[in-house]
């Protein structure tokens, strides 16, 4: 029997590629429902390793450029692509932008119209990420609990972990030393009018933005990072600064609703990469920071490995059967 505490992201990806190498699983987690309790509900959910690249190692797409296809057995994947504009003022980001990254090509005005129908005239030439994915965050982890249940993993809600586990997903909770929060703020915006199919990234020099559409006029932004143990709502500074970029990427989202603003700590180490860690007799994975989407699935296939080991066709048939 494997035990997991934390049935968050990391931990419910971990009991996936667990339970697929036939493992038994018991999941520990103190909310209530999945992604209760679970920072990754503010996330963008963007699979977007060759943008990620601009302010990331190159590590993050060599564990990344898989996961739309692990999370597309899952959830729905909208395999759109990825826009990267900038305003006039702001048009130098876009060159630096683009020598920092792979993975894209130039798009003209024409060319962003054709994409983006609502980005018409607003901006003069962008870069499309065309191999770039989104899911949305809380309905994938809501998928993949449903999912590991499935598959014979029994996840216990509302229900602390025993004092030795196998496997710690706890994030922030955990007794890791280096891990440091990192502050993520978002609101969720909802507006029939403008109509947005893929996420649009927009180069600011204090504070890019990122939105995220997420169906039937609702779309997610986020743009902070911020160095900080404070779990308090988001500022009154954080959301002018978010609404104001929103409208600098379209001015129909100034006649958006708020529908729902959050701010989560998140968990990273110096370097800014997730690790997998031994301490005391069990295993942490943990920092996976602001790409937790695109790199829980490699980094649970490496964790998964680590206690299972890799075995034959014929030894996994025979498990299966057992």
């Not at 049935?7 to 990806?13: I, N, Q, S």
């Not at 493992?23 to 987690?29: D, L, N, S």
């Not at 025993?162 to 997903?169: E, Q």
Request: hydrophobic fraction near 40%; proline fraction near 7%.
């Amino acid at each position: 029997m494997i035990t997991i505490a934390g049935a968050g992201l990391a931990g419910l990806a971990c009991a996936y590629e667990l339970a697929q190498r036939g493992a038994a699983v018991t999941v520990y987690e103190r909310g209530e429902t999945p992604g209760d309790s679970s920072v990754a509900r503010f996330a963008g959910g963007m699979l977007a390793p060759w943008c990620e690249r601009e302010s990331a190692e190159a590590e993050v797409i060599t564990l990344g450029s898989r996961a739309s296809n692990w999370w597309a057995r899952i959830t729905p994947v909208h395999r759109r692509g990825t826009l990267v504009v900038a305003p006039a003022r702001d048009r130098a980001e876009l060159p630096r932008f683009a020598r920092r990254t792979s993975g894209h090509r130039t798009v003209s005005a024409q060319d962003l119209a054709e994409l983006e129908p609502a980005l018409a005239g607003r901006f003069s030439q962008g870069l499309f990420f065309e191999g770039e994915a989104h899911l949305d965050p809380r309905r994938a982890l809501r998928d993949l609990s449903a999912k590991v249940q499935e598959m014979g993993v029994e996840i216990r809600y509302g229900t602390p972990a025993p004092a030795r586990v196998t496997l710690d997903c706890t994030g922030m909770a955990a007794p890791l030393p280096g891990l440091r929060p990192v502050r993520g703020e978002m609101a969720i915006l909802h507006c029939q009018d403008v109509q947005i199919s893929r996420t649009l990234r927009l180069l600011h020099p204090r504070m890019p933005l990122y939105l995220v559409p997420r169906g039937d006029g609702h779309f997610m932004i986020g743009g902070t990072m911020v160095e900080s143990s404070s779990d308090r709502p988001v500022t009154l500074r954080s959301l002018s600064e978010l609404l104001s970029a929103a409208y600098a990427l379209h001015p129909g989202l100034a006649e958006a609703s708020v529908v729902e603003t959050g701010a989560g700590l998140r968990p990273a180490f110096a370097d800014n990469l997730p690790r997998l860690s031994e301490q005391d007799g069990t295993l942490y994975l943990n920092g996976l920071y602001r790409h937790g989407f695109l790199l829980a699935p490699a980094m649970a296939q490496q964790a998964a490995g680590l206690l299972i080991p890799e075995t034959t066709d014929e030894d996994h048939r025979e498990r299966q059967t057992a």
